[in-house]
């Protein structure tokens, strides 16, 4: 999926001007797409927000969210969205929270391992 960010009119006349015509990407293109999805699913967990878990978290962490700034700092390989991010929550929320208990493990569907991603997050921002 294509999502074009526009802010004028000459851009919307590119984009229409990019999709009049159809022109299949070539073998060399197509890999180097591939390439990259395979290393962003390696690297990222793919949480959909569906929020089943926070109820059952003890520590009422706002697991998706957390999941989400974690997975952008491992994609952009430890910027500063994601500490600044949590500079502005409060200590008791952060990945450092954290009791490791699993109990958000059991009922999330995607069957992702929060509380190791939240142990490496926090171990991440303890280096950066
Ligand atoms: S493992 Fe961590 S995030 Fe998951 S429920 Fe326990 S305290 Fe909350
Ligand atoms: S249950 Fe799993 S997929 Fe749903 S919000 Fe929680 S971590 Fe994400």
């Given at each position: 999926?294509?999502?074009s960010?526009?802010?004028?009119?000459?851009?919307?006349?590119?984009?229409?001007?990019?999709?009049?015509?159809?022109?299949?990407?070539?073998?060399?293109?197509?890999?180097?797409?591939?390439?990259?999805?395979?290393?962003?699913?390696?690297?990222?967990?793919?949480?959909?927000?569906?929020?089943?878990?926070?109820?059952?978290c003890?520590?009422?962490?706002?697991?998706?969210?957390?999941?989400?700034?974690?997975?952008?700092?491992?994609?952009?390989?430890?910027?500063?969205?994601?500490?600044?991010?949590?500079?502005?929550?409060?200590?008791?929320?952060?990945?450092?929270?954290?009791?490791?208990?699993?109990?958000?493990?059991?009922?999330?569907?995607?069957?992702?391992?929060?509380?190791?991603?939240?142990a490496?997050?926090?171990?991440?921002?303890?280096?950066?």
């Amino acid at each position: 999926m294509i999502l074009s960010g526009m802010s004028n009119l000459q851009q919307l006349q590119q984009n229409i001007q990019t999709f009049e015509t159809v022109k299949k990407l070539n073998e060399q293109e197509q890999e180097t797409l591939l390439a990259i999805a395979d290393e962003m699913i390696q690297n990222i967990l793919p949480c959909t927000a569906c929020r089943y878990c926070t109820a059952h978290c003890p520590k009422e962490l706002d697991i998706p969210t957390l999941l989400s700034l974690y997975n952008e700092h491992c994609f952009t390989g430890g910027g500063f969205i994601a500490p600044m991010a949590l500079t502005a929550m409060p200590e008791d929320k952060r990945p450092s929270a954290c009791i490791g208990c699993r109990s958000c493990e059991a009922v999330c569907p995607q069957q992702l391992k929060i509380s190791e991603a939240m142990a490496d997050f926090h171990a991440k921002l303890q280096k950066s």
